[in-house]
């Protein structure tokens, strides 16, 4: 059957800056990248994995991909396509005879975009190690099944979210100065609606430690947290084979300074660390506000 291709319209109170990912709530608070980890030295990427976790509220979720995830590239590289795509723009793939619309959209872009927002070398093994990542996160799946608690109170009666997987990919070699072609097809959830919550892809790809983009994630959808430095490690889910004080000196403290290059406030009082976002103004601790001189 015939398709009909449709230009999606995305509301103008949406900043579509190429800079900007936005995606659904469920998706960032159900923390995709815990299935993500740091690459040991000279590790590849191996089979696929599911992980299936519960959190705070009792919501069941799932997350399956091919192959291994990696904190660094695939969360940048996922965050770069998300706001890549939403700059080109998108079409709805519609069949001619029902009018019944595609469980996904049409959108292409230059890989160009994706080599600069990235930061990853279009020489060497920099191609093979962007198309690789954009191939296993096309591929990955995100289920959330809620509880009764979030379904009435926080998912407007909701039970489930499900991305079977976020996008099919086809890459368009090409000479010459425009480059490769990237012809995506991704998920419905991918194209940005008002409620919709943004990370920035460009912050992300400029942090270099992977601790800093796990607490850069974790702060998407919330103004600032606070905790122990052991409860820093179980929200990242970082290994436990060292001690708490070892992590916390060789990994935390060193992706706090990073942060707070970038505009985070940082506050330790006792054991206790506090990380706030940059445009962090209403519910800062009083301790905070007073130091910003609030």
Not at 235 to 249: C, P, R, Y
Request: positive net charge; proline residues 4%.
């Amino acid at each position: 059957m015939a398709k009909i291709e449709k230009k999606v319209w995305v509301s103008e109170k949406i900043a579509v800056d190429g800079k900007k990912a936005y995606l659904p709530h469920p998706l960032f608070q159900s923390t995709l990248f815990a299935a993500t980890r740091t690459r040991k030295e000279g590790e590849y990427r191996k089979n696929g994995l599911t992980i299936v976790s519960e959190n705070k509220f009792g919501d069941t979720i799932t997350v399956s991909a091919p192959r291994t995830l990696f904190v660094s590239p695939d969360m940048g590289v996922f965050l770069a396509t998300v706001a890549c795509a939403q700059k080109a723009g998108f079409r709805a793939l519609v069949d001619s005879e029902t009018g019944e619309m595609e469980p996904f959209a049409k959108t292409e872009f230059p890989m160009s975009w994706l080599y600069e927002l990235t930061g990853i070398s279009s020489k060497g093994k920099g191609w093979y190690q962007l198309s690789t990542s954009l191939e296993t996160l096309g591929h990955v799946g995100l289920s959330i099944r809620f509880s009764d608690k979030s379904a009435f109170k926080r998912q407007k009666g909701k039970y489930s979210f499900i991305v079977t997987n976020f996008w099919n990919l086809f890459v368009e070699k090409r000479k010459g100065r425009k480059g490769s072609l990237v012809k995506l097809y991704p998920s419905l959830y991918l194209v940005p609606q008002e409620q919709f919550l943004w990370a920035d892809a460009e912050l992300c790809n400029k942090l270099k430690k992977d601790t800093a983009k796990g607490i850069f994630w974790q702060l998407i959808c919330r103004e600032h947290l606070t905790g122990t430095a052991e409860k820093w490690r179980e929200w990242l889910g970082a290994s436990e084979d060292w001690e708490v004080k070892f992590w916390k000196s060789r990994r935390l403290m060193p992706a706090l300074e990073e942060l707070a290059g970038h505009g985070y406030m940082v506050k330790e009082n006792g054991d206790e660390i506090t990380v706030a976002r940059p445009s962090t103004k209403k519910v800062l601790p009083a301790y905070l506000r007073s130091k910003r001189g609030e």
